[in-house]
C-alpha cells in the first residue's frame, strides 16, 4: 500500500513535526505520560506472564484491552466475540510461542480471525511491545495503516522508506523499521524530552499525529467541529491509552 494524501515525508519533517506538536502540548501537558507507559507496560506483564496467562481472567484481559485505543470501549465484547479461551491462546503464541516475531503475529491475526481485523492488529502490536517494550515496537493504525497508507510514520520517515507489505507480521517488520529511523534521526528534533527510552518514541509519535490531526480539522474543517478534538495532552494520551479517569 501506498502511502495516503497529505504524508510528509524527509528528516526535516520528524523535526517540524516535533515542532509543531511542542506547540501544542506543553512540558507540563506531558509531564507523566511516560510513567503512566511504564505502568501499563507492568499491567502487560503481571496479565500475560508465562506463568499467568493460560487462566488469565477475562476481567484482567479486559483490563489490559481497555488501555488500547482502538479496543478500550469494545473490551468486553471482542473478548466474546473471539471467546476468551480463543484470546488466552492466541496471546500466549504471540508472546511465548516458538518462531520468528514476524510469524508469530500472522499466527495471531488469523486464530482471532473473527475480531475486527483493523482492532486485533493494534491488539498484537500494544501487546508486544509493552509486555517486553525492551525487545518490541509499538504497532497502531494510528502509527501506520497498512489498509489506507496513513499514520505517524508517513509524516516522519522518508517517501524512500517502503512500509507496504504482504502480511500483517511483514507490517510489523516494516513499522519497526520505520520507527528505528524515527529513534536515530528525531533526537535532534526533541525525542529525548518526551521521555526516556523506550517509551519517548511512542510520546513522539503520538504528538506527532495529534499536531496532524489539528492541522488537518483546522484547515478542512469549521472551528467548531475542530472544537470535537480533546486538548493536545488529551489527546496524546487517549492515543497511547493511558488517559486519565473521567476522560
Request: glycine share 10%; net charge neutral.
Amino acid at each position: 500500500m501506498t502511502r495516503g494524501q497529505g504524508q510528509v515525508a524527509g528528516t526535516e519533517a520528524a523535526a517540524e513535526f516535533a515542532r509543531q506538536a511542542q506547540a501544542l502540548i506543553t512540558e507540563p501537558g506531558l509531564e507523566g505520560v511516560a510513567a503512566d507507559l511504564l505502568a501499563k507496560s507492568r499491567l502487560f506483564q503481571d496479565a500475560l506472564d508465562r506463568g499467568v496467562l493460560r487462566d488469565v481472567s477475562a476481567e484482567r484481559l479486559r483490563a489490559c484491552l481497555r488501555t488500547i485505543f482502538a479496543a478500550r470501549r469494545r473490551a468486553g465484547a471482542l473478548l466474546s466475540e473471539g471467546g476468551v479461551d480463543a484470546w488466552r491462546s492466541a496471546l500466549w503464541d504471540l508472546l511465548h510461542g516458538a518462531g520468528p516475531v514476524a510469524a508469530r503475529v500472522d499466527a495471531f491475526d488469523a486464530a482471532l480471525a473473527g475480531v475486527d481485523p483493523g482492532i486485533r492488529l493494534d491488539v498484537a502490536g500494544e501487546v508486544l511491545h509493552f509486555f517486553d517494550p525492551s525487545r518490541h515496537w509499538l504497532w497502531t493504525r494510528w502509527i501506520w495503516d497498512p489498509g489506507t497508507g496513513t499514520g505517524a510514520l508517513s509524516l516522519a520517515t522518508p517517501e524512500e522508506l517502503d512500509l507496504s507489505a504482504a502480511s500483517a507480521g511483514q507490517s510489523y517488520l516494516r513499522v519497526g523499521e520505520g520507527i528505528a529511523f524515527v529513534e536515530r534521526t528525531a533526537v535532534a528534533a526533541g525525542i529525548t524530552r518526551f521521555g526516556p527510552a523506550p517509551f519517548g518514541v511512542d510520546v513522539f509519535l503520538a504528538a506527532v499525529y495529534a499536531a496532524h490531526l489539528y492541522t488537518v480539522t483546522g484547515t478542512a474543517m469549521s472551528r467548531e467541529f475542530n472544537a470535537v478534538l480533546p486538548p493536545a495532552p488529551e489527546l496524546v494520551r487517549r492515543l497511547l491509552g493511558v488517559q486519565r479517569r473521567g476522560a
